[in-house]
């Protein structure tokens, strides 16, 4: 039986090991914090160093990703090019930290995308570990779904296509290669793609300048700015990042804005709420819009998830200084400074978009999530990740409700639960009906220890393999993730 000590060695047999003197040949300084080669992900590693200082809260602007510019625009297709490759980002004020990048920005570029047009991005690896992107939340083929074994060698380019048939979303893209997807994306592989419709658009919420994507992540960093990885330590990365930065200031005019805020660290969960519990409009979730705003003064993101919501600063006096809190660490995320009033002719109607009636389901599936005490680490059904062992077989087209159980026995922490390839309904959370910021297309779902969930999915087509599991990546990278087969 493999022992939890063992498969913290998996990840450097999967190469996880190449990653440092990856980095080391560009001196960019992450093996500062001793591991041995060979025990990358040893259960006994630990960081000796010292740990950079806390930072000043708001004294940094929020910076927005750059937004990717296609090499072509072809009539039916715009085409990008990235490459994943290390870089050093200042993500605390004076100090360099090295990072692993799409194209060079510790958020990566934003791609916008147009709902019926495709996308092509050919993706470059010039790291010296393998590769997988994965488009979260979208609607595509197997093999461009970034399967965790489907990976991009180093040096080479492998292309993925999009073609965008699902309503406007906030999506986002992210590595997820076999054991290092943990590790990827805390060193920075992530970026935004955000999809828009028609539809959307003519509700006239807020749009351009106005809409502003925020990606939420945490970290540990060593003294001189290194990010400090170790497997499961979640409880050490307690310095909260907004697009990158510590508590950065965003100033916006007095008028509505679009926040698109994505939940990308590895196992926090956010509870977001603003000083004073001034309201929050919640307009999408996950897969797209909610089908009628759902006012609240605090929205909850687990690992992965997003609530798109549109706050309205015409409330207050110019001058104001607005602070978005999250409420479970107790830490400030983002302040917004509001300016001068601007003329605004958005707004938030009050339907947005119906949920789609999905026909009845014709199976009802059990996924537990537990600890294994031989194993040593968290299952689902009790099995640990094999990517060669189909877990479910899902018939194309049909209609399945699976109930999602935490288990809290032995071990009660919270988990979450992505599936590919589909946006499915929250049915219910331990019997009673799903509330109203989950009523929209979801994809990430958050489990309470001991809470049970029923999500309801139409698994209309594309035949192949894809996989389901807990995003705290920690968790999934060492094997909290299960294959299913459309077939
Ligand atoms: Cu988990």
Redesign the pocket.
């Known amino acids: 039986m493999v022992k939890r000590r063992d498969l913290f060695k998996l990840g450097a047999l999967a190469g996880g090991a190449a990653v440092i003197p990856a980095l080391a040949a560009q001196d960019t300084g992450v093996q500062a914090f001793a591991r041995p080669a060979g025990h990358h992900h040893h259960a006994a590693a630990v960081f000796r160093g010292r740990a950079a200082a806390a930072p000043e809260p708001f004294t940094v602007r929020l910076p927005l990703p750059p937004v990717l510019k296609p090499s072509a625009v072809l009539a039916d297709a715009d085409v990008y090019r990235l490459t994943t490759r290390p870089a050093v980002a200042e993500l605390l004020p004076g100090l360099r930290t090295p990072v692993l990048t799409y194209g060079g920005s510790f958020v990566g570029p934003t791609i916008r995308a147009t709902t019926g047009r495709r996308v092509i991005v050919h993706h470059t690896n010039a790291l010296e570990t393998g590769t997988s992107v994965h488009l979260h939340g979208a609607h595509v083929p197997a093999a461009h779904d970034g399967f965790p074994t489907d990976l991009i060698a180093p040096g080479t380019t492998r292309t993925y296509e999009y073609a965008n048939q699902q309503a406007a979303a906030t999506l986002w893209y992210h590595d997820h290669a076999h054991h290092m997807e943990a590790e990827h994306v805390y060193r920075g592989l992530h970026g935004f793609y955000l999809l828009e419709d028609p539809g959307e658009r003519a509700l006239k919420l807020p749009r351009g300048s106005y809409d502003i994507p925020i990606m939420l992540t945490d970290a540990r960093f060593a003294e001189d700015g290194g990010l400090v990885f170790i497997m499961d330590d979640s409880g050490n990365r307690t310095t909260l990042l907004a697009n990158g930065r510590p508590a950065p200031y965003l100033p916006v005019a007095g008028r509505r804005y679009r926040l698109r805020l994505l939940n990308a660290s590895n196992?926090r969960v956010f509870q977001l709420r603003l000083a004073g519990g001034e309201e929050l409009v919640q307009v999408a979730s996950d897969g797209g819009l909610l089908p009628a705003p759902a006012p609240t003064d605090t929205t909850t993101l687990s690992a992965a998830e997003r609530a798109d919501v549109v706050i309205d600063f015409s409330r207050y006096p110019e001058g104001t200084k607005l602070v978005l809190d999250d409420v479970l660490s107790g830490q400030p995320v983002l302040r917004f400074d509001v300016g001068e009033r601007e003329r605004d002719d958005s707004r938030v109607p009050s339907e947005l978009r119906p949920q789609d009636p999905l026909p009845e389901a014709t199976i009802e599936r059990d996924v537990t999530?537990a600890y294994d005490v031989d194993l040593g680490w968290?299952t689902i059904n009790g099995k640990l990740f094999d990517p060669e062992r189909v877990d479910f077989t899902i018939n194309e087209g049909s209609t399945e409700i699976w109930r999602i159980h935490?288990s809290a026995d032995p071990i009660g922490?919270?988990?979450?639960l992505h599936v590919h390839l589909v946006q499915f309904q929250v049915l219910d959370r331990d019997g009673v009906p799903a509330g109203p910021q989950e009523r929209g297309p979801k994809d990430t779902v958050a489990l309470a220890p001991g809470e049970t969930v029923r999500v309801k999915a139409t698994f209309a087509d594309h035949r192949g393999r894809y996989v389901f599991?807990?995003?705290?990546l920690?968790?999934?990278s060492m094997g909290?993730m299960a294959v299913f087969e459309v077939v």
């Open positions: 196992m999530l968290f935490n922490v919270p988990h979450n599991h807990c995003h705290q920690d968790h999934s909290m």
